[in-house]
């Protein structure tokens, strides 16, 4: 089991920036592929970005490209999602999600592993 914890979510302008971070408490993550998807009020949980457990795979939604960067820190066992450039519409609550050598795959169903999520609040 893999207990994934996700910090760093918060309120902020349009055009601001906000980095997330997903830690796994007693277990490193260096085989792991990881992802990000999030979730808006009344509507699916979506993918936004993950990279395959060699990291030789990167995807990104298309509404994130060029604004968002997915990136893993081996030395602290956390992935983080660098989120610029912030639009009203990215409020979500975002959530981390692993899977044991896995693919960078979209899909949601794939993803064995979540965390509880953190709430990014984009205001106008």
């Known amino acids: 089991q893999v207990h994934l914890v996700e910090s760093g979510g918060g309120l902020v302008q349009a055009g601001g920036s906000l980095r997330l971070s997903c830690t796994a408490s007693?277990?490193?993550?260096?085989?792991?592929?990881m992802a990000w998807f999030r979730q808006a009020p009344g509507k699916e949980r979506e993918f936004v970005a993950s990279?395959?457990?060699?990291?030789?795979?990167?995807y990104y939604a298309e509404f994130v490209k060029g604004r968002f960067t997915i990136s893993r820190d081996g030395a602290k066992n956390t992935v983080s999602l660098q989120m610029n450039s912030l639009k009203p519409e990215d409020t979500a609550l975002y959530y981390c999600?692993?899977?044991?050598?896995?693919?960078?795959?979209?899909?949601?169903?794939?993803?064995?592993?979540w965390g509880q999520g953190t709430q990014v609040t984009v205001s106008s």
């Open positions: 999600a692993a899977t044991l050598f896995g693919s960078a795959t979209t899909s949601l169903e794939r993803w064995d592993y």
């Open positions: 007693g277990r490193s993550l260096s085989n792991y592929a």
């Open positions: 990279f395959s457990w060699s990291g030789g795979t990167t």
